[in-house]
């Protein structure tokens, strides 16, 4: 099996959750140039050719997994505004995993219905109101009906379809995507930790967010937020 520890820096918003969705196959090529763009850049961010020496995982003996990545995550404060550039309150409709640029790597895009924004640069929340958030690791259905997988551990709870949270982001212009730094759930009225810097706290009562009422929490979050 490989194996690859990467640095804080480079994972710590990469993904939140080590279990895998069930795989997809990709879909076909965007048709429009910038659709295309898009794509590519996406696909270049998540990489693996500096951190990993093996082929592509499309041409990997079909009895070798694919490689499991273990981030080392930074601690961060329990609501992170001064690392994060936006802020919102938002439910995954669906996920898709696509294959890295390089073929090495899985990369899982999730679409984020977005109800309520805290805080967001000018223009990067759309009108529709739907963002895509982006997680390292996945699993593709290939073309030969083969499943290729990428499993990405740090600790976190994965984030679920159709599941509300209140989310930590940062932009990349480039791809037009986000990636998490932090997620706290939003489920049956209250407050859930899913960040391994909260899950132990929360458990124990030594943080005030969790198991909070999710009105009081969101109306703190705007108390909260840079203006």
């Keep these: 099996m490989n194996r690859i520890f990467l640095a804080s820096a480079l994972v710590s918003c990469a993904s939140f959750g080590f279990a895998q969705r069930a795989p997809k196959a990709m879909p076909g090529e965007a048709a429009d140039p910038a659709g295309r763009v898009v794509r ?22 079909i009895d070798v997994p694919g490689p499991t990545i273990t981030g080392h995550r930074t601690l961060l404060p329990e609501l992170p505004f001064s ?70 551990s740090d600790g976190a709870t994965l984030l679920e379809a159709g599941q509300k949270y209140a989310l930590f982001l940062n932009y990349s212009a480039a791809g037009d995507y ?32 969790g198991g909070m009422a999710e009105s009081l929490f969101v109306q703190i979050l705007h108390d909260s937020a840079p203006r």
Excluded at 52 to 58: I, Q
Excluded at 180 to 201: F, M
């Design 83 to 152: 690392t994060s550039d936006t802020v919102v309150i938002g439910t995954i409709s669906s996920y898709q995993p696509y294959l890295s640029a390089d073929r090495r790597g899985v990369y899982t895009e999730l679409q984020v219905e977005v109800s309520d924004v805290i805080k967001a640069p000018a223009s990067v929340i759309p009108p529709s109101k739907q963002v895509t958030l982006i997680e390292t690791g996945g699993s593709v259905i290939l073309d030969t009906g083969r499943v290729v997988s990428v499993k990405f």
């Design 40 to 61: 590519e850049n996406r696909g270049r961010a998540f990489n693996l050719s500096a951190h990993l020496a093996s082929p592509p995982l499309d041409q990997m003996p």
């Design 178 to 209: 986000f990636r998490p730094q932090k997620a706290w759930s939003l489920k049956d009225g209250k407050v859930w930790a899913t960040s391994p810097d909260e899950v132990g706290p929360a458990a124990t009562g030594q943080t005030p967010y």
